[in-house]
């Protein structure tokens, strides 16, 4: 269960599965930015997913997953809504050339992704 808790002004305590997530909204919506707002909220959770399936291929491989890095630049239109999401995995270099597909395919099988209406597109850079 989700539950969502008004808290003062624009902040809102979201509890999921036990966690209590603050959110708030920036100074010029007449929020107090004293948190992330939802929309930031949705590409930090994108760049989590995608992180995470990068480090589980990390693991397999028995790489140092300290080793990668993992951005997003998210491409928003005029309105601000995210129609391109470019996300770079920066790899070692001793990372296997031959492991690359398998490792844009594991960070587009993203489940947050997969909702998003987004483009999404994958690049690896090496360290």
Known sequence: MINAKFVGNKKI?????????????????GGDASAPNPFMLLMAALLACSSYHVLLLAERLGMNKEAFRVELEPGLDSNGDMQKALIKVFVP??????REAALKASVMACKVGKHLKA????EIIRA
Not at 93 to 98: A, G, I, Q, R
Not at 119 to 122: A, C, P
Request: proline share 7%.
């Open 93 to 98: 270099s001793d990372f296997p050339k031959e």
């Open 119 to 122: 483009e999404r597109t994958v």
């Open 13 to 29: 305590n979201v509890e999921a599965n036990g966690f209590n997530i603050p959110v708030d909204l920036g100074k010029k919506e």
